[in-house]
């Protein structure tokens, strides 16, 4: 039995269906919105599922950070080096995606009962953005997968295991979800629709990611739909509508965009005294399209709060360290800034402000830099750490003592309950204006949209080239799950990854330098091709062929390069 079933069971399980059925229900706004709820709860469970989540392995994976992590944090060293050590990792991607893609299939299907108009517009654009979403990680980590456009109509439909699809059917059925809500849904102003909420901005926003990284990954010159194609003009123009009438904008100061810069953390925190105040998810017009999260849950009763703080927090000794270490909060230690960032950077923009503001370097900011090292057993420290998605923390009132975790918003600063584990509130950014000016500049190779993000950070204008605008998503965009992507569609990662090797960095209670673990990264990278292992459970669900030429073959296929040579036991010097 496929595993997406599950899914359509907790979905059709829901209080509302006791009463209704698919020929009366929805029909009211109310009863629209109950409908999309079970939907956007997708995105919960999407991202709940850390470690084997789209935005850590992509983070991972990428050539600005190091898995790191404790000693026995052996998933988050794995995927760093390219490897494997569960060879059922990507086990929670697959069930948390295909239960959200059969939440979206079984709620359009219903939502045609809505009566024509905006709001039928506006429910069926925002589950086709997020069911488009859904199929565009699983298909950039796992390749060909199966793909499930419509809710089974009987049982022994839903019973069958679908066939893994070829992935440029994926990719037509994303553009084709992504093309039908941008042009169907409602221009409402980015203010005029409740933070969190799918529009058709983030709809236009969405097509122009997927179009440059399917047309730059498999080198084609448009992006297939259904009937038809979307052209480099076509996503171009998708763009413009946005710039010119969503409403969105760049906010004055880049670094009042991270939780740092809140009003109660930056008292007491030197570098950010100066800074404007962070502006508040919710109220912040450079984001596009969020997770909302709130603090205080946890993956048991209330898995609503935002676990990649805690995953990218410094792992460090005890609590007392971490004044040393403020405004930096408490965490597992994954993703440890390479070296080689900071460096190369510094090079291409010495006077750029984004640096400091993105990357909390321990020696330039941390008291009793030298004491900083190797706690709790840390693998793959560098000492440099990303100031983004991370734990923040904050004085409170008596000025002694110091919160574990902060959720950078002043109205949980006097929570009585504070819990390092799952105390961050901040939403996590899919799309904000920043990235959709840059594919803009990319699409069109045009430099007005480059040279405006550069001329928030204070740097002077410069000549549209590729190689401008890739340093400028880098730089601009670090830390927010998009540069395992870029490196991917602009074919560099094998020619990147490999830099890592030689890089310092203090492994348990010793310097060592970065080398190959099992296999050289940039190997790994050209045998694989960036995607990761099909996790074993599905493959043995999905059974084999019983007849026919492919008798006795497994129905869902291992990935290239994800044989016993790729397996992860430890790090080793």
Known sequence: ?????????????????????????????????????????????????????????????????????????????????????????????????????????????????????????????????????????????????????????????????????????????????????????????????????????????????????????????????????????????????????????????FRSLWPYSNSVTKKNYEYAKSIPDWIKDGNNPEHIF???????????????????????????????????????GQGWGMGPVNTILWDEWEADEPNDLRRQGSIYNQELEAKNYEKQWGADRMVEETGLWQKKVVATTAYKPNGTDLWNYFTSDPAYYNVPNDNFQHGCGTDLIFLRYADVLLMHSELTKTADGMNAVRARAKLPAVAYSDAALRKERRYELAFEGLRWGDIRRWHIADQVLPKMYGVKIFNETQFKTMKPQVANIGDRYKATKGFFMMPRTQIELAGKFLEGPQTGQNKIKQNAGWGTEALFVQWTD
């Open 290 to 328: 969020v997770k909302k999260m709130v603090p205080h849950g946890s993956w048991q009763s209330n898995p609503q709060c935002n676990e990649y703080a805690l995953f990218f927090g410094i792992r460090n000794g005890p609590q007392t360290s971490y004044k040393d270490l403020f405004p930096m």
């Open 1 to 253: 039995m496929f595993p997406v079933l599950s899914g359509c069971e907790d979905f059709l399980d829901t209080k509302s269906y006791t009463t209704k059925d698919s020929s009366s229900f929805p029909k009211t706004a109310d009863d629209a919105n109950q409908m999309v709820v079970g939907v956007y709860n997708s995105l919960t469970r999407m991202t709940n599922s850390v470690m084997s989540s789209y935005f850590l392995i992509s983070e991972l994976a990428c050539d600005d950070r190091f898995g790191g992590g404790g000693y026995n944090d052996k998933e988050s060293q794995a995927l760093g080096h390219l490897l494997y050590s569960n060879d059922n990792h990507t086990n929670s991607l697959w069930s948390s995606h295909y239960t959200g893609i059969a939440r979206c299939n079984a709620a359009i299907a219903a939502l045609d009962n809505l009566d024509e108009g905006n709001l039928k517009n506006q429910k069926i654009g925002e589950v086709r953005i997020i069911r488009a979403l859904l199929y565009f990680e699983l298909v950039q980590i796992l390749g060909d997968v199966p793909l499930m456009k419509a809710a089974p109509e009987n049982v022994q439909e839903a019973m069958e295991s679908p066939l893994p699809a070829p992935q440029e059917e994926i990719y037509k059925f994303i553009a084709t979800d992504l093309w039908e809500a941008y042009n169907s849904m409602p221009a409402s102003k980015w203010n005029a629709v409740t933070s969190g909420t799918a529009t058709k901005w983030a709809a236009a926003g969405l097509l122009a990611r997927v179009w440059l990284f399917y047309t730059g990954f498999y080198q084609k010159d448009a992006l297939p739909m259904e009937n038809g194609q979307v052209t480099r003009e076509q996503a171009a123009a998708a763009l413009k509508d946005l710039m010119d009438n969503s409403g969105h904008s760049l906010v004055p100061d």
